[in-house]
């Protein structure tokens, strides 16, 4: 199943956090997958950043059917295909391209574009799109310029990501059009390294209470 990009939105909805997630090798997948869920996150970004992401994906979309699993860092048609064919049920990219929309919208799924600034905004929302990602939230203005964003863009919402933890994230969460945060923090090598899904589920838990 893949989501429509007016699915996407309640989808995003379902947690204050997406985990964003680079799985070092396969056999982290499902065991991450479960632990993730299991502390109250359920939508996840397995990002293209390892050569271990789309048979997680693979995986994941097998073992976890109640996780919905998205594959981020697509920036260009040919990734985006190969995250399609590996079931991904969303796309997330760092900007905004027209022809990967395009792509997307041929695929028939949805798709996250990344914006940084009110000209990105306005493209991407003349192709459609009236929830982004603003990336990189911290070193783009943060909750600042998402409250600039405000007014001009009323319609939009935004899952912010990029420099944002524990300690930042409920600022972020505390504006109108923030629907959710993406956070890389909740899954962290070392953790994984260990195999210590305990600890990977216990934050999760805490970053699900975030809202």
Do not use: W
């Amino acid at each position: 199943m893949s989501l429509t990009n007016q699915g996407i939105r309640e989808v995003l909805g379902r947690a204050p956090v997406i985990p964003v997630l680079t799985v070092p090798a396969l056999e982290h997948a499902v065991p991450l997958a479960r632990a993730l869920v299991a502390g109250g996150l359920p939508v996840l970004e397995v990002t293209l950043r390892s050569a271990a992401a789309l048979p997680a994906i693979r995986a994941i979309r097998a073992a976890v059917p109640e996780a919905i699993v998205g594959a981020g860092t697509v920036i260009d048609e040919v990734q985006l295909a190969d995250a399609v064919a590996a079931g991904s049920q969303f796309i997330v990219s760092p900007g905004f391209s027209a022809s990967l929309s395009l792509a997307a919208r041929a695929a028939g799924v949805a798709m996250l574009p990344g914006v940084a600034t009110a000209s990105e905004l306005m493209a991407a929302l003349a192709a459609g799109f009236d929830t982004l990602k603003f990336f990189p939230a911290a070193q783009a203005g943060g909750v600042a310029m998402l409250k600039a964003f405000s007014g001009p863009f009323p319609q939009v919402r935004f899952c912010p990501t990029g420099g944002i933890d524990p300690a930042s994230a409920p600022g972020y969460l505390a504006l109108p059009n923030v629907l959710c945060v993406g956070m890389s923090s909740i899954a962290p090598a070392d953790l994984l390294a260990q195999g210590d899904y305990a600890a990977i589920t216990a934050r999760a838990r805490d970053a699900a209470a975030l809202r």
